[in-house]
């Protein structure tokens, strides 16, 4: 039988969501607190990779075991059992050909940016101080909605078959006189692609770029001639669709 878990986290303290050979994971917390109570070993696939640092309001993952769950209760125990940082909202019985990752439809990000200094902000907002054009960073977000292949915003020697995919939302949203957030919601996402769009929107917003020069960019599918990798720490894995 197959099962998803509906969960967030907080990835201050972690080496993304992946399993690493140099530092602690969620799917290593995940798995660990799974494993001890359904005493087997249970192995977690999740809905995609979060880089190191970055957050998910929810996230899933499914796994397979062959006895009936009470759900309910598998949910309270691996609450109390999980870091403080891991939150589950709910585990569910699922068919058994649905798959966290190549099942879902949809995903959105977000990304938060302030501009006055803010203490209580910091740990998950990128603090700016310079003058940014919101209406031409939508333009240029609209710009992206019009192509589908995104190896420009893709890490370096990142081991992907395409680089194709296809972005349905992306634009900023102003939450206070000093805060904003980009949304972006796509099939898929490549790695490091969010932090990447950031950047690059970022200096269409200070004037570095024009909306043609974003779409050269966009066209000429190299990594060197975007923007710089935003932080991570600002950025969270808003929503899965399935």
């Not at 399993?19 to 809905?47: D, F, K």
């Not at 006895?67 to 569910?92: G, S």
């Not at 003058?131 to 292949?149: P, Q, S, V, W």
Request: some cysteine; hydrophobic content about 35%.
């Amino acid at each position: 039988m197959r099962y998803f878990v509906w969960f967030s986290y907080d990835g201050t303290a972690y080496h993304g969501w992946q399993i690493q050979p140099n530092g602690n994971s969620v799917q290593a917390e995940l798995q660990r607190a799974l494993s001890t109570l359904l005493r087997e070993e249970i192995s977690v696939t999740g809905a995609g990779r979060t880089d190191a640092g970055v957050h998910a309001r929810q996230m899933v993952a499914h796994f397979d075991f062959s006895e009936a769950i009470d759900l309910e209760q598998l949910a309270y125990k691996l609450n109390r059992i999980l870091p403080c940082d891991i939150a589950v909202d709910r585990v569910e019985l699922v068919d058994d050909d649905k798959h966290a990752r190549f099942s879902a439809t949809s995903r959105t990000y977000h990304y938060y940016i302030h501009t006055k200094k803010d203490p209580f902000s910091r740990p998950y907002s990128t603090e700016l101080h310079y003058e940014l054009d919101f209406d031409k960073m939508n333009e240029a977000g609209r710009i992206l909605m019009t192509y589908d292949d995104f190896g420009a915003f893709c890490k370096s020697h990142s081991d992907v078959k395409t680089t194709l995919c296809r972005v349905t939302k992306a634009e900023w949203v102003q939450t206070s006189e000093t805060s904003w957030y980009f949304e972006i919601t796509a099939n898929r996402f490549l790695r490091n692609m969010v932090r990447a769009v950031v950047g690059t929107l970022i200096d269409v917003g200070r004037g570095r770029l024009t909306l043609d020069d974003f779409r050269k960019v966009i066209e000429g599918k190299r990594r060197t001639e975007a923007g710089e990798s935003m932080p991570a720490n600002a950025l969270f894995l808003e929503n899965i669709r399935y």
